[in-house]
């Protein structure tokens, strides 16, 4: 038996009376045996969502790879003239919708490089065309760091930038580009990204023009438990102002074909712990994504004892970033069947939501 001490107790207590922990409290858990964490955060959990796992069907539009940014751990990107650089037109992509939405997808995610050129007008283009496919499909797009850019290319304040959005049929964006808020690591893995205080920005704006978003967080690289704190800190206290964001999905650096190779990969174990951490100390963001395609079926399922109740959804292989990061899904594709059956040997129930949880 573990001699628990005080402090440590003291913890516990907050974390299973439902209270809010501390910053210091948040870094303090990452030390306790996994067993006692898979055992709060899975109270934690269930306040929230009972023995529910939501999934959606959905697929990404990824529109290039071509990027300004040069991200270390980024495997990803292309330069203009490279033998594996893409662009698609909108007819292309406006044919994937198509495909998508034959299929029965609820969400479409679009995401992809961040474009030296094209500006606003491309991009909000690209919405119209899918809303013309279908006026119920929920749009899910453009990272932060993409809406600056596009805003930039277009002359416009990303306030100005993203009314154009919305009024070509964008639902919500997704949680990509927050990386690490510290910023010594963020200088050194993404040194052209916009800082923090910007992605928090841009983030606030949208939940402020009504929309929803998600929230992210690399980990497993150069970072310490307390830059993982800090930068979770950050997220609730906006979260705390907004109420804005639907899901939390912490992102396990992934070494394949990157600059930073050479770091290898965080063992499961962490994977486990910083999603139990962040299931208990961000008690304001309702939902905890394991995003499979980053971290595969069985850790997937492994997870949902952890804290996690998303599974993220069907994908139908139509993303590229963690395949050519060297995860083991090189075709990410999940049938309904498989996460039912992730499910249910979990000991929980999955339910087919929309994009902003409510159950199909
Ligand atoms: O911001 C890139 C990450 C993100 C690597 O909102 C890497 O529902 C690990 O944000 N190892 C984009 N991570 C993906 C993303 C996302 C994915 C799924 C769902 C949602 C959502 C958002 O991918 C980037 C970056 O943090 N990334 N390369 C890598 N080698």
């Not at 069907?57 to 650089?85: M, Q, W």
Request: some cysteine; glycine content about 8%.
């Amino acid at each position: 038996m573990r001699n628990i001490s005080d402090k440590d107790q003291k913890i516990k207590d907050t974390v299973m009376s439902g209270k809010r922990i501390s910053a210091e409290d948040a870094v303090r858990l990452f030390d306790f045996p996994l067993s006692e964490l898979a055992v709060m955060a899975d109270v934690r959990k269930r306040k929230v969502s009972g023995d529910l796992v939501f999934f959606n069907r959905n697929i990404h539009i990824e529109p290039t790879n071509l990027c300004v940014n040069h991200c270390l751990f980024c495997s990803y990107r292309a330069r203009k003239g490279d033998a594996h650089a893409w662009e698609y037109s909108h007819d292309e992509m406006e044919s994937l919708a198509k495909k998508g939405i034959r299929n029965g997808v609820t969400e479409i995610h679009v995401v992809g490089g961040v474009h030296p050129d094209w500006d606003i007008n491309y991009y909000a283009e690209i919405l119209r065309r899918i809303r013309k496919l279908s006026k119920k499909v929920h749009i899910k797009a453009f990272t932060a760091e993409e809406i600056v850019q596009m805003s930039k290319n277009a002359g416009l304040s990303v306030e100005n930038g993203l009314e154009q959005l919305i009024r070509a049929g964008l639902n919500s964006i997704p949680g990509g580009g927050a990386e690490i808020f510290d910023p010594t690591i963020r200088k050194k893995i993404c040194p052209d990204k916009i800082d923090a205080e910007t992605w928090l920005s841009v983030h606030e704006a949208v939940h402020t023009s009504g929309l929803s978003s998600n929230c992210t967080m690399l980990y497993g690289h150069m970072e310490t438990l307390e830059n993982r704190v800090s930068h979770m800190l950050a997220l609730r206290d906006l979260q705390d102002k907004t109420g804005g964001f639907n899901a939390f999905i912490p992102l396990k650096f992934k070494a394949g074909n990157n600059k930073m190779s050479h770091l290898g990969e965080t063992p499961v174990s962490d994977d486990m712990r910083t999603y139990a951490v962040s299931r208990i100390f961000l008690d304001n963001i309702p939902h905890l994504k394991a995003y499979w395609p980053m971290i595969g079926k069985d850790n997937a399922s492994v997870s949902l004892g952890f804290g996690v109740d998303d599974l993220d959804g069907t994908i139908d292989d139509s993303t590229k970033i963690y395949s050519l990061a060297g995860a083991d899904e090189q075709n990410p594709g999940m049938r309904i069947a498989e996460i039912q059956q992730i499910a249910r040997v979990a000991g929980l129930r999955a339910v087919e939501r929309n994009s902003v949880y409510r159950e199909i």
